[in-house]
């Protein structure tokens, strides 16, 4: 199956700085990666789709890019509301994974 | 407004089963796939399983074959999860996830999840 290897494992930046948050596949997935936010206690938001798609309702502070191998999700002009877990998921390869996750904390 | 209520998670013994359900409301269920994934503390998102708009079309993650099932009822808008020959890691939130509007194999919404927890 198709590892999905993020980085970093945490992040610690200050509002009105930008993220940059990376995700690797053992294998090439093509455009086929998406990433999620989950905030505590709640469930997961899908973000991004087919690498560089922002969701329904999601607003340009948030983009994707990426090809192959590796994601990057990039989050401009952070603010408190951002503090979440950012997981990426591909679904090129059967069966679909996951990774395991970025805590990015908001100071 | 969608959304995805998750139940009939709880503490099982090793061996045992459970039936989960996931009641759908807002969004014409019956044209949507859906999907199990289970969030494993440690390790993260699992999916688990999926399941066509007329039940067809479905598929299992290894770990899960042949003990789980996966089902749906077009005309209850409930989709049901379920597992036997429960193992310790089956532990875990299972969350109930509509295909999202942007391809059947990305996941939005998400329900809320049920906790499953498989111990003596």
């Known amino acids: 199956e198709v590892v999905l290897t993020q980085s970093p494992a945490t992040l610690s930046l200050s509002p009105g700085e930008r993220a940059t948050l990376s995700c690797r596949a053992s294998?090439?997935?093509?455009?086929?990666s998406a990433w999620y936010q989950q905030k505590p206690g709640r469930s997961p938001r899908l973000l991004i789709y087919?690498?560089?798609n922002r969701a329904t309702g999601i607003p340009p502070r948030f983009s994707g890019s990426g090809s192959g191998t590796d994601f990057t999700l990039t989050i401009n002009n952070l603010e408190p509301e951002d503090s979440a877990v950012y997981f990426c998921q591909q679904r090129d390869i059967w069966p679909y994974t996951f990774g395991q996750g970025t805590k990015l904390e908001i100071k | 407004e969608v959304d995805l209520v998750e139940s009939g998670g709880g503490l099982v013994p090793p061996g045992g089963s459970l039936r989960l359900s996931c009641a759908a409301s807002g969004f014409p269920f019956s044209v949507y796939w859906m999907h199990w994934v289970r969030e494993v503390k440690g390790k993260g998102m699992v999916w688990v399983a999926r399941?066509?708009?007329?039940?067809?079309?479905?598929s299992y993650a290894d770990a899960v074959k042949g003990r789980f099932s996966i089902s749906r009822d077009n005309t209850k808008n409930t989709l049901y999860l379920e597992m036997n020959s429960l193992r310790p890691e089956d532990t875990g939130v299972y969350y109930c996830?509509?295909?999202?509007?942007?391809?059947?194999?990305?996941?939005?919404?998400w329900g809320r999840g049920t906790l499953v927890t498989v111990s003596s």
């Open positions: 996830a509509k295909a999202s509007d942007h391809g059947v194999n990305w996941f939005d919404p």
């Open positions: 399941i066509g708009v007329d039940g067809s079309g479905i």
């Open positions: 294998q090439p997935i093509g455009f086929y």
């Open positions: 087919d690498a560089s």
